[in-house]
């Protein structure tokens, strides 16, 4: 068995920017990767991160907006909160909204407290890459052509370009933080990971606009015409979202037909109209639900988007990302201070179980919440149907609350998996006892 070094007594002198080798290589300077190196480094564990884009570019990417309470105590535990304590606004609720009439959850009484803060997430990126830098850590932006080798053995490393020099990283593990699209999970062989995939017929117009509030809290609204979202991002920038064509062009939607199609899919009374901002941004989300199986694969650990994508119905991404490496931080830190490997071993079903409940949600509110041009009559009045039990429902509302605010990470999670650990036997079908999880 391969015992994992002593990154600073194995490093030795670099060649251009970087060491010869460290505990943990980190692919990806996304939520998952930061957070995933901020922990590690409280921690006492060396890593290096890997990123492809310029620090410009990753700080200024728009993307999420809601924090889930577990992923809000984790910052704040971990000493990245202070910005968005000052800046992000806490929500207590959100409304549904379907027939022109609004039902609000009541997130915070229906979960003993709990709550959302909306935060944009390249201000999470930007308070992550302050406290990496600023303590020291190494994050190289502008990598290219990196590629993951011997992860199957016992001596992984990262090979990558800096400039025009081809250079390589020796570690104990990898972290594949590097998104969907990234590099990490296309180089486990095809046969050795199965991967659950549903395109959903529609995707998202997003925009920010310049004006205050449109509302106290998010509102989710199901119209005949589609589905759209009011959120947040300060008293002075708003972010709209409206359901579209999958295939939609950004040029085909003028600032006059997003109006209008936002009035007459939010309005709750004949005569109502959004106040007309400035729209200084629009773009167009495809809507994708994927799972990998597993997570591990040898010393190369996948987390966040790399793994998993979740429609963005259940705002649960980004918060996953953050739950997966709180996991995978765990799990490095016992097997550096014990010398176990069996929270490394349990890694991907811990993950996993979270991952899953919140595929599920997200397609439940998707499903709940969109118009979908197969469907007929029937089918229509099935959605209505839920939603108004869902507006009439504690019960209902409390399971929605419960998933949107997130639940506390190591809690019910850990047990989906541990019960999963328990009742897999090994494949010859000898002897049934399993590792204790
Ligand atoms: P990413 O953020 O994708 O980061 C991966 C990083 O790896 C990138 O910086 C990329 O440049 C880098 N990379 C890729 N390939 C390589 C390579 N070969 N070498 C080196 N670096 C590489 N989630 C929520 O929780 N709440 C929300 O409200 C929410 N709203 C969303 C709204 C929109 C419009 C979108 C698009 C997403 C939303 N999400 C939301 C999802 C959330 O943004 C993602 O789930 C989150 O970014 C995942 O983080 P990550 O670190 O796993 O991956
Ligand atoms: C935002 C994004 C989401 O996916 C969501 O469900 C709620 C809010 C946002 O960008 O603010």
Redesign the pocket.
Known sequence: MHVPGDASSMSFASHGTSRKRTQVAI?????????LSHLLALAGIESVV????SRA??EA????????QT?VDLLVETGVGERMLRQGSIHQGIEIRFDGRGHRIALSELTGGRAITLYA?HEV?RDLVAARLGAGGEILFD?????VHEFDASRPFVR?RVEDRIETLACDYIAG????????RRSVPDAARTEYEHVHPFG?F?ILVEAPPYARELIYARHERGFSLV?TRSPDVQRL?LQCDPGDDVDNWPDARIWSELDTRLRTRADERLHRGRIFQK?I?QMRSFVVEPMRFGSLFL?????H??P?T?????????A??KVLADALIERYTSGSEDDLEHYSDVALARVWAAQQFSWWMTAMLHRFDDHDPWQQRMQRAELQRVADSRALQTALAESYVGRPLGNIDSGVARRAILVRQPADGAGSEARPA
């Open positions: 692919v990806g300077a996304g939520p998952a990767g930061l957070m890997f990123e492809s884009r570019e990753v990417t728009l993307r999420a907006g809601v924090l889930e992923t997430q990126i990598v290219g052509d990196l590629t990558y933080c590097d998104g969907f699209h990234g590099a990490c998202w997003g959120s979202y773009g989300v987390a966040g988007d790399a793994a994508i979740v963005p259940g705002a649960k991404g980004l918060n996953l990302a953050v997966d490496v």
